[in-house]
């Protein structure tokens, strides 16, 4: 069968028609899925005093810390540490590097990014020392995990979320995330 190039132009034009509203359609009314999650773990890390790279730029080593949850229990070890970078506004978003190391020996790397923005007046708060909680701030993170382990290899194929808990900045600085499984 061969078209006219008019022809050819009418048909085309007639089914990007149909592609798009067929597109526009199916997406309209709202999600057709969900998410849930599965508590996985607490994670608390200590950290240094921040280092300042650039202008925006902060990285702080993490020394210590631990994770605990059903399935995972161990400390972190170095090398850890976070980059945060400043941006306007106060937002700070997070990229995180950690190693994990099981009660069993298993090493396990989790890296996140994430954003952080709390108020003035609890940045402020913050600056001196308080301990900021999880309703005082917005502060979520995406973590996954890398494994060798057999028996912790089921961490390689999550996609997790974190949730602050407390932080604390100055003498005995600290960060508590609660992290969850998405399903």
């Known amino acids: 069968m061969s078209m006219s190039n008019s022809s050819l132009r009418v048909y085309l034009a007639s089914f990007m028609v149909l592609v ?6 199916a997406n309209a009314g709202g999600p057709t899925t969900s998410l849930q999650t599965e508590y996985l773990m607490t994670l608390y890390a200590t950290l240094d005093p921040p280092q ?24 972190i070890v170095s090398p850890s540490a976070d980059w945060l970078r400043i941006l306007p506004g106060g937002v700070l978003r997070i990229d995180v590097r950690a190693m994990i190391q099981t009660e069993d020996g298993e090493m396990i790397f989790v890296s996140y990014n994430g ?16 301990v900021l909680k999880a309703d005082e701030c ?4 995406a973590p996954t995990f890398q494994t060798k382990s057999a028996k912790y ?24 995330y609660d992290i969850f499984a998405l399903k």
């Open 20 to 25: 798009v509203t067929t597109t526009y359609s």
């Open 52 to 75: 300042i790279a650039d202008g925006n730029l902060l990285v702080v080593n993490v020394p210590s810390g631990w994770v605990e949850g059903a399935r995972i229990k161990g400390k």
């Open 115 to 130: 954003a952080r923005f709390c108020p003035n007046e609890t940045q402020e708060r913050f600056v001196k020392g308080d």
């Open 138 to 141: 917005y502060f979520l993170t």
């Open 153 to 176: 290899g089921w961490l390689n194929a999550i996609q997790a979320i974190g949730k602050m808990i407390e932080q604390r900045r100055g003498e005995q600085s600290y960060v508590k």
